[in-house]
């Protein structure tokens, strides 16, 4: 695992949350109006990134970012069925954390195991959803108590884990955590483009 020095995660947070380009001289210097929610110099975002080809488990760290959710999980995953990751998923659902999900529908269809899994979580209680619309749906992240992040590459298989190159962040930061949760509901309240998934 390593910490990130503030230089780093300020060029990683922006490119993750806003897209924009670490040369870019045109965003604002603090915040205000005009960042939309991006990190700006002189963050204390707290970030750690994890890469698998480093041995540095990045799985072990969003298994415990959901074992250690207290109020709320909301779920952007294109593939899920890695187990670890899925019993978290249903115990957290099971202690009272309130729990969300979006995946994509052409895998939720077309790949047994993820299929397995979305019906086991579902039977947990926990509500999911799919996209509608002609793209994926391929994000991968996760907001835990609206104040912590899981962002990268990675999906929730148990190839990524042991075979892929993949890289997690994990941020530690309201404002970043805030930008993420809204472009969730966003999603989540678009019915156009989202569906209750059937199974």
């Given at each position: 695992?390593?910490v990130?020095n ?10 993750a949350?806003t897209g924009?380009s ?6 604002p210097k ?14 204390t975002?707290?970030v ?10 990045p799985?072990?760290a ?14 952007a ?8 990751i ?18 994509d529908q052409g895998h ?9 899994a ?13 996209n ?7 994000l ?12 990268g ?18 941020i ?12 969730f ?7 156009d ?7």
């Amino acid at each position: 695992m390593r910490v990130i020095n503030s230089s780093v995660s300020v060029i990683l947070l922006c490119a993750a949350v806003t897209g924009c380009s670490a040369a870019s001289e045109e965003q604002p210097k603090q915040g205000g109006s005009g960042n939309n929610g991006g990190v700006t110099e002189g963050s204390t975002a707290d970030v750690q990134a994890l890469f698998t080809s480093e041995g540095e488990h990045p799985e072990e760290a969003i298994v415990q970012l959901i074992v250690e959710a207290k109020s709320s999980l909301d779920i952007a995953v294109y593939s899920i069925s890695y187990e670890p990751i899925v019993t978290a998923i249903i115990d957290a659902a099971e202690r009272g954390v309130q729990v969300r999900l979006i995946t994509d529908q052409g895998h939720a269809e077309e790949k047994g195991k993820q299929k397995k899994a979305l019906k086991m979580i579902r039977e947990a209680g926990v509500p999911i959803k799919v996209n509608a619309h002609e793209g994926k749906m391929h994000l991968k992240m996760l907001i835990a108590d609206q104040s912590r992040v899981e962002a990268g590459s990675m999906n929730y298989l148990e190839s990524s884990a042991q075979e892929n190159d993949d890289v997690v962040l994990i941020i530690k930061d309201a404002a970043v955590a805030a930008k993420f949760e809204k472009t969730f509901s966003h999603l989540w309240d678009d019915a156009d483009r989202f569906t209750d998934w059937k199974g």
